[in-house]
T-cell receptor, first 111, second 114 residues
Framework: QKEVEQDPGPLSVPEGAIVSLNCTYS??????FMWYRQYSRKGPELLMYTYSSGNKEDGRFTAQVDKSSKYISLFIRDSQPSDSATYLC???????????FGGGTRLMVKP | DVKVTQSSRYLVKRTGEKVFLECVQDMDHENMFWYRQDPGLGLRLIYF???????EKGDIPEGYSVSREKKERFSLILESASTNQTSMYLC?????????????FGPGTRLTVT
């Protein structure tokens, strides 16, 4: 079993929909949680960064961490075609500088 | 503006060739990483370096080596390329920190070995 699991999708939604992307993990030592967005043929770029449990909001994006369930989510409100990309979750346990990545979920937002 | 650059976007090499992939960052980051990304397997760490001339094996180091002679430059070497090394290679860098673990990625090199 992988340390971080993520449904690969593809997830196809109409423009304007609310999107929910999720990761589950097994290592309870993870404390820092990130979401990266990767457009086709590009490198990943950081979208959201949260520490421990709770919510963080940035514009149309909300990151949610539930450490008791070992579950993190990224919500996208009013989704746009420009949100079409692969979304990767990543985590760190504060014991080194490496990240553990999920496999990524491919999102397609149709106009 | 933060920048990580990779020497080539696309590369085609023959089996058995020695391949060099270069990565340069301009953020004075201590850490540098090499990953490969394959469909269904996600990002897998090949090697990382936390200082000049220092290197640590990642999850899949077999068939690869690295070199870090200068802080801003981290090279990935495929000693004898094989078809199973056809992949997207991503370089990243980050601070040597205790709470800021963000990694900054380059655009990637899509390597095809024939």
């Amino acid at each position: 079993q992988k340390e971080v699991e993520q449904d690969p999708g593809p997830l196809s939604v109409p423009e304007g929909a609310i999107v929910s992307l999720n990761c589950t993990y097994s290592n309870s030592a993870f404390q820092y949680f990130m979401w990266y967005r990767q457009y086709s043929r590009k490198g990943p770029e950081l979208l959201m960064y949260t520490y421990s449990s709770g919510n963080k909001e940035d514009g149309r994006f909300t990151a949610q961490v539930d450490k008791s369930s070992k579950y993190i989510s990224l919500f996208i409100r009013d989704s746009q075609p420009s949100d079409s990309a692969t979304y990767l979750c990543a985590m760190n346990n504060n014991a080194g500088n490496m990240l553990t990545f999920g496999g990524g979920t491919r999102l397609m937002v149709k106009p | 503006d933060v920048k990580v650059t990779q020497s080539s976007r696309y590369l085609v090499k023959r089996t058995g060739e020695k391949v060099f992939l270069e990565c340069v960052q301009d953020m004075d980051h201590e850490n540098m990483f090499w990953y490969r990304q394959d469909p269904g397997l996600g990002l897998r760490l090949i090697y990382f370096s936390y200082d000049v001339k220092m290197k640590e094996k990642g999850d899949i180091p077999e068939g690869y080596s690295v070199s870090r002679e200068k802080k801003e430059r981290f090279s990935l070497i495929l000693e004898s390329a094989s078809t199973n090394q056809t992949s997207m290679y991503l370089c990243a860098s980050s601070l040597l920190g205790t709470s800021d673990y963000e990694q900054y990625f380059g655009p990637g090199t899509r390597l095809t070995v024939t």
